[in-house]
Structure formats: C-alpha cells, structure tokens
C-alpha cells in the first residue's frame, strides 16, 4: 500500500499546530496565574491607558490651576511642565489615584448606574445618615460625569493638600518671586475643601450605618453599582476603596473573585458579578479557573491573600516599591 509523499509533512504541520496552540494556552493560563498570585505586578501598559491617564491628571492640574491661580495678561501661566520635570508627577500616591480614577470609570461603563430603586430606598432611608450621605453620593456622582472643572474635588484632602502647594511652588519658581495672592488662594481652597463631599466618603458612611442585610445586598454588583459595592468589599476586608476598584479591573477576573470569596459570595453570585465586569474579555482559561477554584477556595484563605496584598500596596504607597 503506497504511502502519500506529503503525508509526514502534513502530519509534522498539524502537530506543530497543536503544539502552538498548547504553547499559547499555556502562556495566557500562566498570564492568568500569576495576576492571581501577584496582583501587584506592572503589566506594559496600553497606548489607551497611557492616554488616559495623561489626560486624566493634566485635567486636575489645569483644574487646581484653575481655583489658585490668577490670570496674567488674559491667560494662566501653566505649571505643568515644571511639575512634569520635577518628577512630582510620577510619585506613587499620584500615580495610583489616576489609575483607580481610569478604572472605576471603565467599571462605570460596564455595570451603569446600579438600580435606581436601591438609591430611592437610601434617599428615603428612615436614618438621617444614611439619606444625607446617599443624597451626596448622587450628587458627588452627577459632579464627577457631567460637570466641567471640578476634577479635583474626587481628590482625596491628602492629595487636594498636596497638589495644590505642589502647584503654588511651581508657580513661584515660574514667576521667579513670592506670590503671596497665590498662597491666600491655596490656603482658602484647602479650608473650604471637604473630603466628605466626595463619592468614596459618601458610599463608606452608608456601608457604615447600614445593617448587615442591607449591606450584604451591596455586594451585588448590578444593584448597588460601582461606589457602594466597592465600599462593601472596602469594608469587609479590610482595604483601601482604590485598591479594590484597581483590583477588579485587573487584567486578570482572578484577584476579584479572591475578594468576592473573602466576602462569602455565592459561586453563583460571583459568576454573574464577574461576567457583568469582564464581559467579553472574560477567557475560557479565566473561566476554567474560576470554575474548578472558586468552591475549593477557603475564606480564610482569601483573606490571608487579600491581607498580603494591602501590605504590599501600603509599602509600594510609602516607598515606590512593590
């Protein structure tokens, strides 16, 4: 019986297919591993979140600029370049703000406001606190998506301080001399800035005064939206609201569904919450983790990971290291 002279050509060529496909699997499940155990590792990132994050920090600057700053001869001297040169820029606390800021808005893009009759019940919440607070979520919200100029006011009062001395003394090494108008200005901006107003304080005070039902209910994503179940997830384990928004639109679904379980969501829960942020990013290997992991994963487990994670953060925030 002849044997085709391509035969063995056409054999080698499908398992070197297979071959690159396996090798390639493996690659991405290694990529999907790794963002589990090392969250805090520094992927290249993209042109789009280079952008992003550009755009984002030159907004609050130009915004800073904006409330100290006086006009000169019909226009605003800008500061940027000597903060950009200074390196002040790229200081880790700065850097890390931005980033949880580009996040929490693709996080918004994808879960949308949360459901309206949940935010109706808060207004009309029989505790005082709670109706206050949820009255300044949605206007600290409203401020943040549709009002121009106001970048500034999701700062928190560490970097609003810091910024806008950071600018002043740009300003003076710019004019070469004392500005005393501009140090009044910083000083009056900074007296009447009030961290309560912004949308993380405001979620963290009715997670705070809600009972343990109600914020249990806040950790489903799709009703609560992004603020109060964020500051559900802050609450329950122990860490920062911008570690945990950063932490949910990481590259990997893997350190998200380490929270939920540390929190004591459902796999079935947990499923729909991850499939609502990741869409149709979310991998056949993610999923085929999620699967086989999620019900073997121990909540102490969790913790003791999550646990890890905020020291690391606390020391790369404090040292630039992570």
Same mark, same amino acid.
């Given at each position: 019986?002849?044997?085709?002279?391509?035969?063995?050509? +056409?054999?080698?060529?499908?398992?070197?297919? !297979?071959?690159?496909?396996?090798?390639?699997?493996?690659?991405?499940?290694?990529?999907?591993?790794?963002?589990?155990?090392?969250?805090?590792?520094?992927?290249?990132?993209?042109?789009?979140?280079?952008?992003?994050?550009?755009?984002?920090?030159?907004?609050?600057?130009?915004?800073?600029?904006?409330?100290?700053?006086?006009?000169?001869?019909?226009?605003?001297?800008?500061?940027?370049?000597?903060?950009?040169?200074?390196?002040?820029?790229?200081?880790?606390?700065?850097?890390?703000?931005?980033?949880?800021?580009?996040?929490?808005?693709?996080?918004? !893009?994808?879960?949308?406001?949360?459901?309206?009759?949940?935010?109706?019940?808060?207004?009309?919440?029989?505790?005082?606190?709670?109706?206050?607070?949820?009255?300044?979520?949605?206007?600290?919200?409203?401020?943040?998506?549709?009002?121009?100029?106001?970048?500034?006011?999701?700062?928190?009062?560490?970097?609003?301080?810091?910024?806008?001395?950071?600018?002043?003394?740009?300003?003076?090494?710019?004019?070469?001399?004392?500005?005393?108008?501009?140090?009044?200005?910083?000083?009056?901006?900074?007296?009447?800035?009030?961290?309560?107003?912004?949308?993380?304080?405001?979620?963290?005070?009715?997670?705070?005064?809600?009972?343990?039902?109600?914020?249990?209910?806040?950790?489903?994503?799709?009703?609560?939206?992004?603020?109060?179940? !964020?500051?559900?997830?802050?609450?329950?384990?122990?860490?920062?609201?911008?570690?945990?928004?950063?932490?949910?639109?990481?590259?990997?679904?893997?350190?998200?569904? !380490?929270?939920?379980?540390?929190?004591?969501?459902?796999?079935?829960?947990?499923?729909?919450?991850?499939?609502?942020?990741?869409?149709?990013?979310?991998?056949?290997?993610?999923?085929?983790?999620? +699967?086989?992991?999620?019900?073997?994963?121990?909540?102490?487990?969790?913790?003791?990971?999550?646990?890890?994670?905020?020291?690391?953060?606390?020391?790369?925030?404090?040292?630039?290291?992570?």
């Amino acid at each position: 019986m002849g044997i085709p002279l391509d035969h063995g050509v +056409d054999h080698n060529d499908q398992l070197l297919k !297979v071959a690159a496909d396996h090798a390639r699997d493996i690659n991405a499940l290694c990529a999907d591993v790794a963002t589990v155990i090392f969250p805090m590792a520094l992927a290249p990132p993209s042109e789009a979140m280079v952008a992003a994050v550009s755009t984002r920090l030159r907004q609050i600057i130009l915004d800073i600029e904006a409330a100290i700053l006086p006009i000169d001869a019909g226009e605003r001297l800008s500061t940027w370049p000597i903060l950009a040169r200074s390196g002040f820029l790229r200081e880790p606390d700065l850097i890390d703000f931005i980033l949880a800021r580009v996040a929490e808005d693709s996080l918004e !893009v994808a879960v949308k406001n949360g459901d309206a009759s949940l935010f109706t019940r808060l207004l009309d919440h029989p505790n005082d606190n709670i109706a206050d607070a949820a009255q300044t979520l949605l206007a600290a919200e409203s401020l943040h998506r549709h009002a121009s100029g106001n970048s500034h006011y999701t700062l928190s009062a560490e970097l609003f301080h810091k910024l806008c001395w950071r600018v002043a003394a740009a300003h003076e090494i710019s004019k070469g001399a004392r500005q005393p108008d501009v140090i009044a200005a910083v000083r009056a901006a900074i007296a009447q800035y009030s961290e309560a107003n912004r949308a993380q304080s405001a979620a963290a005070k009715i997670v705070h005064f809600c009972n343990e039902a109600e914020r249990s209910g806040f950790l489903t994503l799709a009703t609560a939206g992004v603020h109060l179940h !964020v500051a559900a997830l802050s609450a329950l384990l122990g860490l920062d609201q911008d570690h945990v928004v950063r932490l949910m639109a990481a590259g990997s679904s893997g350190p998200y569904a !380490v929270m939920l379980a540390a929190a004591g969501v459902s796999k079935i829960d947990s499923t729909e919450t991850i499939y609502l942020v990741r869409g149709g990013s979310l991998t056949a290997r993610e999923a085929g983790i999620f +699967d086989a992991g999620y019900a073997m994963l121990e909540r102490h487990d969790a913790e003791a990971e999550i646990a890890k994670w905020a020291a690391a953060r606390t020391n790369y925030l404090a040292f630039g290291q992570p």
